[in-house]
């Protein structure tokens, strides 16, 4: 999508250690027009996917899964890092290793909102490695639903996570796919 394109070759910038700092607009601090743009893009893609819910991690892919849910009209479940005391004792776990944070967490739905019957679009602001979408599939598997697809804002294609996704059988749309990028120099495939 070229208007996300922009936005990253405008304010984005690569750091040290294969990291993409855009959270002066996609994360930390949201260009909120921006983002339903790019909700209004998913919902585009997705239209004739059937999906009855989607599904992103906390919290990074909230805003951009709310933004999605908003034009499909369709609830957002938000996989918890941490399990509090008001989600019930029946959940779906799966370990996701952060890249950027370095640190593995256990990530978890209540079986309550998550079922057979789900049809699962789910939603990410990165697509890097993979571990965040792995742990969001194994989910959607433990529950026996089905993923309709994944979306990434932001792919950074050398990082070769798209194959393990595409080998479950589940399609992969990113809103922009870096091909390789360095400071001062990004890349789009």
Avoid: W
Wanted: charged share 25%; net charge negative; glycine share 8%.
């Amino acid at each position: 999508m070229k208007l996300l394109e922009d936005k990253i070759l405008k304010e984005g910038k690569v750091l040290e250690g294969d990291i993409l700092k855009v959270d002066g607009f996609l994360n930390h601090r949201l260009d909120v027009a921006l983002i339903a743009d790019l909700g209004a893009d998913i919902a585009r893609e997705f239209a004739e996917s059937g999906a009855n819910l989607i599904l992103t991690v906390e919290a990074s892919g909230i805003s951009l899964a709310f933004a999605a849910g908003e034009k499909m009209s369709l609830p957002v479940l938000v996989a918890k890092k941490h399990r509090s005391l008001n989600i019930s004792e029946g959940v779906y776990a799966a370990p996701v290793f952060s890249f950027t944070h370095k640190t593995e967490n256990t990530v978890v739905v209540s079986k309550e909102y998550l079922s057979a019957a789900d049809k699962v679009l789910i939603v990410d602001d990165f697509l890097a490695s993979g571990n965040a979408a792995m742990g969001l599939l194994s989910l959607v598997e433990q529950a026996g639903a089905k993923a309709v697809g994944f979306v990434a804002a932001i792919e950074k294609m050398h990082q070769g996570g798209r194959a393990l996704i595409e080998a479950k059988g589940v399609k992969v749309y990113s809103l922009a796919c870096i091909k390789e990028m360095h400071p001062g120099d990004i890349k789009f495939n």
